[in-house]
């Protein structure tokens, strides 16, 4: 049920995403290659504030978590179900905007259509590019997350309270390295969202590497700081940027259909990186191995992949042209 849950959170959420940035008409390849510009800046900032905002919520649960388990032993069960319980009513408060939000569509939606919508997406290279991206990128991710967790627990021992302090790090950090850093840089730039997840992935491939080179090493809590800070940031811009760019990648009036895969992708990825960060939990350098391996070819898949915003709103302007040519002979 939490599997479910999230996937379906994560689908929809980027759906509402999608239909919060402007719509963009069809009435020909060239207007709508002018406007893309525009809806990739607001829907960049609001991927972007939202990830800052659930980094303050992730904050805030993962303080509350370390609260409930100082409890005595006896009591685990009972900090257990007041977690899942603080966890649920959050989650309540995210979804109100479900019933207080204006329904603007009048037709009923036809759900034959809604069903071959799935499918469509192997139609577009660029959109089956991206998925491939956010698949790797979720493993790389989860991988160094869950085999650093696990490598700091078990084999470094060190004062619980550090603990707490590499997550509200890895949390925190994005909350002002995001908006201050990030977005000013994207602008210098010229970055497109594809180039800023290449950004996030070399971010990866730095803490995962440094990982697997100094294992054996004895840490200090101030690296585990700059360890989760780097990670951290890196997450948070794969996030962002990666919805973004499956929106970009979608084509238009399709954005649902192509949500879908990429929470079912996302999901998948964050599973494999859990997977092999736990099975080994005695040889950290396999997880972070593999997440390095997987940033990147993550990295390469993204640099020749045929993975593009540009590319994608090019495609759909053309089968927009041709469409309007056929329809006209």
């Known amino acids: 049920m939490i599997v479910v849950a999230i996937t379906v959170s994560t689908a929809t959420h980027t759906h509402h995403l999608a239909l919060m940035a402007p719509k963009i008409s069809r009435p020909s390849p060239l207007k709508r290659l002018t406007i893309f510009s525009t809806k990739q800046r607001l829907s960049s900032w609001i991927s972007l504030f939202a990830t800052a905002v659930g980094c303050l919520g992730a904050c805030i649960v993962s303080s509350f978590t370390y609260h409930m388990l100082r409890e005595p032993i006896e009591r685990g069960f009972i900090s257990l179900w007041i977690v899942t319980i603080f966890c649920g ?8 905007h479900v019933f207080t939000a204006e329904n603007r569509t009048t037709s009923v939606p036809n759900i034959l259509s809604s069903r071959l919508q799935l499918f469509t997406i192997f139609k577009y290279p660029h959109a089956i590019g991206c998925l491939v ?18 490598f700091i627990v078990g084999q470094l021992c060190i004062v619980p309270v550090h603990l707490l302090y590499f997550w509200l790090t890895y949390f925190l950090f994005p909350l002002v390295s995001l908006p201050l850093l990030f977005q000013p840089l994207q602008n210098l730039l010229k970055a497109n969202s594809a180039k800023m997840k290449i950004v996030g992935l070399l971010l990866s491939l730095i803490s995962s590497g440094f990982g697997f080179y100094f294992w054996e090493s004895h840490w200090k809590w101030g690296h585990l700081l700059v360890f989760g800070a780097i990670q951290g940031t890196s997450s948070g811009l794969l996030h962002t940027f990666g919805r973004v760019l499956m929106l970009e990648t979608a084509p238009c009036g399709e954005e649902g259909g192509c949500s879908f895969w990429y929470g079912w992708v996302r999901g998948v990825g964050l599973f494999g990186g859990f997977v092999v960060g736990s099975v080994v939990p ?8 593999a997440a390095f391996c997987s940033g990147l070819v993550g990295i390469v898949v993204l640099l020749f992949g045929n993975v593009s915003d540009f590319g994608a709103a090019k495609e759909d302007g053309e089968r927009a042209l041709d469409s309007k040519e056929s329809i006209s002979v």
């Not at 005695?282 to 191995?289: D, I, L």
Request: glycine share 14%; proline share 0%; no cysteine.
């Open 282 to 289: 005695r040889s950290v350098r396999t997880s972070f191995g």
């Open 89 to 96: 009513l959050l989650w309540l408060v995210g979804v109100l």
């Open 133 to 150: 991206s956010v698949l790797l990128s979720s493993f790389t991710t989860m991988g160094i997350f869950t085999g650093g967790v696990l």
